[in-house]
């Protein structure tokens, strides 16, 4: 479970995180979804105890992140923005380490390696160097290292950044994995597929804030079921509709170039934030 | 509270191994530089306290290595932090600030001592063969445990890598020159020796040389060296405390 209360976060003059206050569940899958620059990552890395916090507090499992920071970071396994493997190490040493930075005795990790390794389909590579392995297989590598400890909540920040349509369906799948194996999910996206597809609960982010938290279903249906996007002078404008008969009477007398959709997350953030998400 | 250090070091190790038919020839090309220059060619007819020119650079450049081979470990956690994004990793474990420093500076004297083995083994290429005893051991272990504790503290300070080059270039090098390397201090004026009374590296290579020769070091130097690491080791641990922003 994860308590965060009042979060600020305040870098000289920019407000970072602006009072913030969530409460995740416990095997809960839950997506941060919010544009570059939100405070996505300030919210994971305060989470982690990288980052100092400004003022409010949070809490891993009852831990305080704060005062009872040894405590708090056993409970969570973290997927940085970042690769922060080493590259002159074998896939297997980066595991390793991982594991003995838990406190984990040889033979219970090394059994956990293995099965690791299978999971993230990587056994053939694990005496491969970080360097000689693709992005994609790097994402893994890194999801492999934070679930080594048998952690019960798993941060992801932007886990399929820059990885290829194919290569994030398997990430997703992974994902889903992981969740259904009992561990609260909380991932950070810029990605509006990754949200709606991953996601039970959203929390929309901006400029610090969050603007709205609910299930992707009820943020969807907020703002109708399907959409008409169509150029008038220029400039694109969108309709909303709440069935596809509506829809239908509406498009059959328009002319114009046209496109007929189905709503989505990025509809319901504009219409919350005024902006799109990317 | 020191739980963890070993998953440090062994990673450093790890990397270590990696490396070592490069790092080696490295440790060993400046020595043989200065024996060949300063032992061979110019100091052949020289003696030193009753010493070949050739006796009394072994050591000092043995103490001289402990400390640059110590302190270069602050530019591999420099990059390993800003490039590579490792220390990320140590920061999110449940790891103590101690627990860190104790595994990185044990790195580096693993490293320096490494370094002082193949100088040693130089020496002996050229046929310097003193004593090396537990007292020489010991004001090289010293030694490496100041360096080794100043450089992660100072690589946690410097933020960029250029700057990292400049400690390098305004501290370490020029005390590596005068820190009774190359030359008895007692050849310098009065002044100059107070000055360099408070380096730490004065205090190693009195203390290595005297050993090697056959002679019992001075206590005092031993507890200035130890002062001096304890300090370091403080101040870095209090420095990788407040590396978060
Ligand atoms: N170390 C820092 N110093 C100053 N400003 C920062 C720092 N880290 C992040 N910021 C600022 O905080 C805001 C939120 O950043 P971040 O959390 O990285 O956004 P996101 O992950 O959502 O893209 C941005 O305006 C960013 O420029
Ligand atoms: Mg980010």
């Known amino acids: 479970m994860i308590e965060i209360e009042n979060l600020t976060k305040k870098y000289k003059n920019l407000t970072a995180l602006d009072n ?138 932007e ?3 820059g990885l290829d349509p194919g290569m994030r369906r398997k990430v997703w799948a992974l994902i889903k994995n992981i969740q259904q194996a009992g561990a609260l999910i909380f991932l950070t996206t810029h990605y509006i597929e990754e949200a709606e597809f991953l996601a039970q609960r959203v929390a929309f982010i901006d400029e610090g804030k969050i603007v709205t938290v609910d299930t992707p279903e009820n ?42 959709r189905k709503v989505n997350l990025e509809d319901s953030f504009l219409a919350l934030t005024g902006k799109k998400v990317k | 509270m020191i739980r963890g250090f070993w998953a440090i070091y062994l990673r450093e190790m790890m990397i270590l191994r990696r490396r070592l038919l490069r790092q080696i020839p490295s440790w060993a090309v400046s020595p043989t530089l200065f024996l060949i220059a300063f032992g061979y060619a110019m100091g052949r007819d020289m003696t030193v306290d009753r010493h070949t020119y050739m006796e009394f650079l072994v050591p000092g450049l043995a103490a001289m290595s402990s400390m640059t081979q110590a302190f270069a470990i602050s530019s591999e956690i420099n990059i390993a932090r800003f490039y590579w994004h ?44 003193l004593s090396y005893n ?51 201090l007692a050849m310098l004026p009065d002044w100059a020796q107070n000055l360099l009374y408070y380096l730490p590296l004065t205090h190693a290579a009195k203390a290595a040389r005297a050993s090697a020769f056959g002679s019992t070091p001075q206590l005092t130097s031993y507890i200035i060296l130890l002062a001096i690491g304890a300090i370091f080791f403080i101040m870095s641990i209090k420095c990788v405390k407040m590396a978060k922003d």
Not at chain 2, 96 to 110: D, F, R
């Open chain 1, 219 to 260: 943020l969807i249906k907020q703002q109708g079921e399907w959409a008409i996007d169509r150029i008038v002078d220029g400039m694109m404008e969108t309709v909303y509709f709440d069935s596809r008969e509506d829809a239908d009477n509406y498009n059959s007398c328009m002319d114009e170039r046209f496109t007929f």
């Open chain 2, 86 to 129: 490792i220390f990320e990793k140590f920061q999110a474990a449940p790891i103590s600030s101690t627990a860190y420093v104790l595994g990185e500076v044990l790195a580096g004297m693993t490293r320096a001592l490494l370094a002082v083995l193949v100088i040693l083994i130089l020496g002996f290429a050229f046929g310097v063969n």
């Open chain 2, 134 to 184: 537990f007292f020489f051991w010991a004001a090289i272990l010293l030694n490496s445990f100041i360096f080794a504790s100043l450089a992660v503290g100072l690589a946690m300070l410097v933020k960029s890598h250029s700057d990292q080059a400049m400690l390098n270039s305004f501290i370490i090098t020029p005390m590596g020159f005068l820190g009774g390397t190359f030359f008895p």
């Open chain 1, 20 to 157: 913030i206050s969530l409460t995740i569940k416990s095997g809960e899958l839950f997506a941060y979804l919010g544009p570059n620059g939100a405070g996505k990552t300030t919210t994971i890395r305060i989470l982690t105890g990288l980052t100092k916090l400004t003022s409010g507090c949070a809490r891993l499992n009852g831990f305080d992140i704060v005062h009872d920071e040894l405590s708090a970071k056993r409970q969570y396994g973290l997927v940085p923005q970042s690769i922060n493997l080493d590259r002159e190490l074998s896939v297997y040493e980066n595991l390793y380490i991982h594991g003995r930075l838990y406190h984990m005795s040889t033979k219970p990790l090394k059994k956990k390696i293995q099965e690791l390794l299978n999971y993230v389909e990587l056994s053939e590579r694990r005496n491969t160097l970080v360097k000689k392995l693709s992005g994609g297989m790097k994402r893994r590598v890194m999801i492999a290292c934070a679930l080594v400890h048998s952690p019960v909540i798993l941060f992801l920040d």
């Open chain 1, 159 to 161: 886990p399929t950044v």
